[in-house]
């Protein structure tokens, strides 16, 4: 990394050091120094509560802390020991909000056009016009918020804040009030743009879904801090804690791919093992994916015993087990990690122990797989 914080593959440094106590004794203190590439997607991932939508409006400069540095890309927007404050519009930020809070007496080509009121007219209608493109919203230009779906009016949200072109995207549950399948369409779409555009962003979510579907990193925020930033798979495949781990859901996600399809299931490939999906969502063969299983939907078996809903027999090995309350989790190597939850009884009456081959059995129902 350079010293001004530009690092050399293209990819910007956003640094936060900032400690903002609340009245009621909470404190927001996140500590970050990660690199975003253009178009990349750090996402704010954590239990409600924990300071998600704080740390987003402090890097956005809707908070002002009394401790607090914030840079990126080697500017700095705010650093108190040195008295330095940019304001959100000289940070060049874009936010999105749940809720999309457009001004309703206007047109959506006119709140597309409204934080461009110094651009020349023609530059600022070229500009809305090119938004409407990518946000294939062309046909919305005349409409009022009123007469607009929720999906659509998140989009007009979307394109009014990329118009005065922002360094960064600050997007705080942007999808969150959308049903699902405007959701999807939405994530995805948003997604591709930034990305074809090269604009990077920061996405707060509690969904684990939305984060796997968006993220290339991601910092998990608990208690007002950020105890975790790495490699959305890293940290779902090594969390630091049992707090992370938590946060997380419980559950292997396994970088996977798509191999063969048809009659309602997909096969795919975890490194050299196969396993058999339900097709929920039609993934094409190819894909590349994550596959989501909880440690309660993995059975264990002492002999590979053929049971006729239980598409998957992985044989493998016994690498751990430890009390966890009512249950033992049982940490397998099947040729990648898996954790297995197994009552007291159970565990006894398979004699599990450290070492010993065992065969672990997952219904094609329970793999959940998410676009990489
Ligand atoms: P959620 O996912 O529910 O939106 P979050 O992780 O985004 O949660 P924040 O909204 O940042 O969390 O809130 C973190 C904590 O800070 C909460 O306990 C909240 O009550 C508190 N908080 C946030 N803003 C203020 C404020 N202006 N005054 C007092 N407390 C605040």
């Known amino acids: 990394m350079d010293c001004d914080g530009t690092v050399s593959d293209g990819a910007s440094t956003l640094r936060l050091d900032v400690e903002q106590r609340f009245a009621s004794r909470f404190i927001v203190a996140p500590k970050l120094d990660v690199p975003l590439p253009p178009g990349g997607f ?18 956005a400069g809707l908070e002002r802390p009394d401790r607090a540095l914030v840079r990126w890309a080697g500017e700095t927007w705010c650093d108190s020991a040195a008295g330095i404050w940019r304001t959100p519009q000289q940070r060049r930020v874009g936010v999105v909000s749940q809720q999309p809070a457009l001004f309703p007496h206007l047109s959506v080509r006119d709140n597309i056009e409204y934080g461009l009121g110094a651009w ?8 809305s016009d090119e938004l409407l493109e990518l946000l294939d919203i062309a046909d919305l230009a005349v409409r009022h918020p009123r007469a607009l779906s929720g999906g659509q009016a998140q989009r007009v949200a979307v394109a009014r804040a990329l118009a005065p072109q922002p360094q960064l995207m600050l997007l705080d549950e942007p999808f969150a009030a959308l049903d699902a399948p405007a959701r999807i369409r939405l994530r995805r779409d948003v997604r591709t743009l930034l990305r074809r555009i090269g604009t990077p962003a920061v996405l707060v979510t509690h969904d684990r879904g939305e984060a796997l579907a968006m993220g290339d990193l991601m910092a998990v925020v608990i ?7 790495a490699h959305i798979s890293e940290v779902f495949s090594r969390p630091i804690d049992v707090e992370v781990a938590a946060s997380l859901g419980v559950e292997a996600v396994l970088p996977a791919q798509v191999v063969e399809s048809g009659q309602g299931l997909v096969s795919v490939t ?3 093992v196969l396993l058999q999906v339900a097709d929920r969502d039609g993934v094409a063969v190819g894909s590349d994916v994550y596959a989501c299983i909880r440690a309660e939907d993995v059975t264990l078996q002492v002999q590979s015993a053929v049971h006729v809903s239980t598409r998957n027999h992985l044989a493998g090995r016994v690498v751990s087990i430890s009390p966890e309350g009512a249950v033992d989790r049982v940490s397998l190597d099947c040729g990648f990690p898996l954790d297995a939850l197994v009552t007291h009884r159970a565990s006894e009456e398979l004699k599990l122990e450290p070492g010993m081959p065992i065969t672990a059995a997952i219904k094609a129902t329970s793999v959940h797989l998410v676009m990489r």
Do not use: C, E
């Not at 750090?42 to 890097?59: A, E, W, Y």
């Open 42 to 59: 750090l996402v704010l991932f954590g239990p409600s509560g924990g300071g998600k939508t704080t740390i987003l409006r402090q890097i």
């Open 223 to 229: 208690g007002g801090r950020v105890r975790q930033t």
């Open 270 to 272: 975890i490194g050299s």
């Open 120 to 127: 020349p007219p023609d530059r600022r209608h070229r500009r």
